[in-house]
């Protein structure tokens, strides 16, 4: 199994900054994925991180507020841009492939005021 | 587009009061379908994968069954540690992202 970290556990935010959310697992992986889990809610896709390109996003989440990077097979970070208060969530990291088990990290939780 | 019905929302047990949770979905090609436990202020944890129809897996008091259209996750004499939020997610056609369902939050008291 792959055990998944995430830095930072939880921040807080003034509205219109940015965060970036760092996601390192113990070996590789075939992909990495970024989710959203709002308070009582369960988990939405954010994008897939592809190692080396562009990432793939889904319907309603678009690069320029989720820049995402995966320069390897190991490491990925998500940025939260010009943030306000509905952006407050907690932010998941998994790792898997097709078929494979996807493990998630512990979460980042973000405050917005 | 895949789709994942949890039901129910939220279940009350006693201690060693045995019952099933249940995940409905509807997906394109079906590669997978996931149990995780979440804690609270914690990530999904991993349980069960189920491939195919009529697969079964165990582990301690749980035990996850598929069908080609549900599959159930069977509590048998639950304790108190066994409270979480059980999740339930599909893979399927060629992506590797998973489709998940809101969940149904478990509390076994004493």
């Known amino acids: 199994s792959a055990v998944i970290s995430q830095k930072p556990s939880r921040d807080i935010c003034q509205r219109g900054t940015s965060l970036t959310i760092q996601c390192q697992v113990d070996s590789q992986v075939t992909m990495m994925f970024w989710y959203r889990q709002q308070p009582g809610q369960s988990l939405t896709l954010i994008a897939t991180a592809n190692q080396g390109s562009e990432a793939t996003y889904e319907s309603g989440f678009v690069i320029d507020k989720f820049p995402i990077s995966r320069p390897n097979l190991t490491f990925s970070t998500l940025t939260v841009s010009n943030m306000s208060p509905e952006d407050s969530s907690i932010y998941l990291c998994?790792?898997?492939?097709?078929?494979?088990?996807?493990?998630f990290g512990p979460g980042t939780r973000l405050l917005v005021l | 587009e895949d789709q994942v019905t949890q039901s129910p929302e939220a279940l009350r047990l006693q201690e060693g009061e045995s019952s099933s949770l249940n995940c409905s979905y509807t997906?394109?090609?079906?590669?997978?379908l996931f149990w995780y436990r979440q804690d609270p202020g914690k990530g999904p944890e991993f349980l069960f994968t189920?491939?195919?129809a009529g697969e079964e897996k165990e582990k301690e008091r749980l035990k996850a069954t598929l069908t080609k259209k549900e599959s159930f996750l069977h509590i048998t004499a639950p304790k108190p540690e066994d409270s979480a939020t059980y999740l339930c997610?599909?893979?399927?056609?060629?992506?590797?992202?998973?489709?998940f369902g809101t969940g149904t939050r478990l509390q076994v008291t004493l």
């Open positions: 997906v394109s090609g079906l590669r997978g």
């Open positions: 189920l491939y195919s």
């Open positions: 997610a599909v893979q399927g056609g060629t992506a590797s992202k998973l489709t």
């Open positions: 998994s790792g898997g492939g097709l078929q494979e088990t996807q493990y």
